[in-house]
């Protein structure tokens, strides 16, 4: 009699257990510090954005997060730490939707972004503008686009990198205005703002987080912001869609966090409530937005459903463009 009672209790407890929410199931996770890898180099958006969110989810997560840069081949080295990472959930990389377009212009990729990493959550949606240097005398993105169809190649536009977002969506625009810049690549986002300021090039393409100061101080003029809607983070930047006259032009900078593939469920799921806490709230969107940036929260299914969006419209884009990085 008394072991069937202990069987019931057992079974109760299982089932009690089951009911959990996961987060609650993960026992002691996390009970050591985890790496936040940044896959830029300092002082871009992407390092913006992984060292407040480093900060924000330690909080909540009553470990620290340290942020780590590892820059290189357009996020993809420090992107690849993270999936050859063991799966305990103690590695995440902070990325922005260049790892979708990064499957489609290096001819080689060292991981496979659906089958190696884990979608933890989508954090942020990263307003970013094309913007002119002192050297460039226009003021509207309607005469750049007039420049460069009537003098293609002439005008020189900065990039973080051969093949990031910025890079094609500048090639985007070239494709739809039918004109034609010079794209000039640097090896982050701070080296082609700085190129711009200094005359360098005429033009740089960068999240409003790492040129807000600059446009603020008047050594660079926003001509356009590259979404599909205004921001709020820019009042009075007009969408490149509005100041070039090419309908249908957008390209969402969006942010999130991935884990290693084969990261437990439950892991994932306490992480994503993590970051939920951390940048939904009033707080959390101030934190960002004091940072040029906005906060986006999307679950881990919202990601995946995201990069498989973003898939799909971006490989004929770049597959008819020819971008290729060794």
């Known amino acids: 009699m008394s072991n069937t009672r202990i069987g019931r209790r057992g079974s109760l407890a299982l089932a009690a257990f089951a009911a959990l929410p996961a987060h609650a199931q993960s026992g002691e996770y996390p009970n050591r510090p985890l790496r936040m890898v940044i896959p830029f180099p300092p002082g871009g958006g992407s390092d913006i954005l992984g060292r407040v969110l480093a900060q924000r989810l330690g909080d909540q997560l009553g470990q620290p997060v340290v942020p780590e840069n590892r820059s290189g081949a357009g996020g993809n080295i420090g992107t690849d730490v993270v999936a050859k990472a063991v799966p305990d959930g103690y590695t995440l990389v902070t990325v922005f939707n260049t790892i979708v377009v990064n499957q489609f212009v290096f001819r080689t990729m060292p991981f496979d972004l659906r089958r190696d990493l884990a979608p933890v959550a989508r954090v942020a949606l990263a307003p970013t503008v094309i913007a002119a240097g002192p050297k460039l005398l226009v003021n509207t993105l309607a005469e750049v686009i007039a420049i460069s169809r009537a003098r293609p190649g002439q005008l020189n536009h900065g990039t973080p990198g051969l093949g990031t977002i910025t890079h094609v969506s500048a090639e985007l625009m070239d494709a739809m205005s039918g004109g034609k810049l010079t794209h000039v690549h640097y090896r982050g986002t701070a080296p082609a ?11 740089v393409s960068a999240p409003w987080s790492a040129v807000e100061g600059l446009v603020r101080g008047g050594q660079l003029r926003a001509l356009g912001s590259l979404s599909a809607r205004l921001s709020p983070l820019m009042p009075g930047v007009p969408t490149v869609a509005e100041a070039a006259g090419l309908p249908g032009y957008a390209v ?5 966090v991935l884990a290693p593939a084969g990261t437990p469920a439950p892991i994932v799921v306490r992480l994503q409530n993590a970051l939920r806490v951390a940048i939904d709230t ?12 906005e906060a986006d929260f999307g679950d881990a299914a919202t990601l995946a459903r995201v990069i498989e969006e973003d898939t799909r419209r971006w490989e004929p884009v770049l597959r008819a463009a020819n971008i290729q990085v060794e």
């Open 282 to 293: 009033a707080e959390g969107r101030t934190a960002l937005a004091q940072r040029g940036i």
């Open 193 to 203: 703002v700085t190129a711009a300021v200094a005359g360098e090039v005429e033009l």
């Open 252 to 256: 969402d900078n969006w942010g999130a």
